[in-house]
């Protein structure tokens, strides 16, 4: 059974960091991405990573503070926030595709996590 698990979101101030993880049970995929969605808002691209070549695509809005990578022996993808802003409280969603290719589409991704909390304080 193939399982997506997020963990690691949480409360944190402006200018913070929180680290993301996710993983992947049932079966290796060939690209994960990471999503999040607001209240009241569409689900929008943050970052994504090819599994075996590890090249990266990245939000602008994120782009020199968020860090995805992988571990490859945990089937684990992490995404590394720092300096965290009020408008990045969502909650965060790691998706995983069966092509490869770090896809910026929500449309691509064929296994979606449960969520997990993130709420950054002013």
Same mark, same amino acid.
């Given at each position: 059974? =193939?399982?997506?698990? /997020? +963990?690691? #979101?949480?409360?944190? %101030? @402006? ?7 996710? =993983?992947?049970? #049932?079966?290796? &995929?060939? +690209?994960?991405?990471? &999503?999040? %969605? @607001?209240? *009241?808002? /569409?689900? /929008? &691209? =943050?970052? !994504? ?8 695509? $990245?939000?602008?809005?994120?782009? #020199?503070? &968020? ?5 490859? !022996?945990?089937?684990? =993808?992490?995404? %590394?926030?720092? +300096?965290?802003?009020? /408008?990045?409280? @969502?909650?965060? $969603?790691?998706? @995983?595709?069966?092509?490869? *290719? !770090? ?5 691509? $991704?064929?296994?979606?996590? %449960? ?5 950054? +304080?002013?």
């Amino acid at each position: 059974q =193939v399982r997506l698990v /997020e +963990s690691g #979101g949480g409360l944190v %101030q @402006a200018g913070g960091s929180l680290r993301l993880s996710c =993983v992947a049970s #049932g079966r290796i &995929f060939s +690209s994960y991405g990471w &999503f999040r %969605q @607001a209240p *009241g808002k /569409e689900r /929008e &691209f =943050v970052t !994504a990573i090819a599994w075996r070549i590890g090249s990266t695509r $990245y939000a602008d809005s994120v782009k #020199g503070r &968020f860090t995805i990578s992988r571990d490859t !022996a945990r089937n684990t =993808v992490y995404l %590394q926030m720092n +300096s965290l802003k009020p /408008e990045d409280t @969502a909650v965060y $969603y790691c998706a @995983a595709r069966t092509w490869s *290719g !770090a896809s910026s589409s929500p449309q691509d $991704y064929d296994y979606w996590g %449960q969520g997990t909390q993130v709420t950054v +304080s002013s």
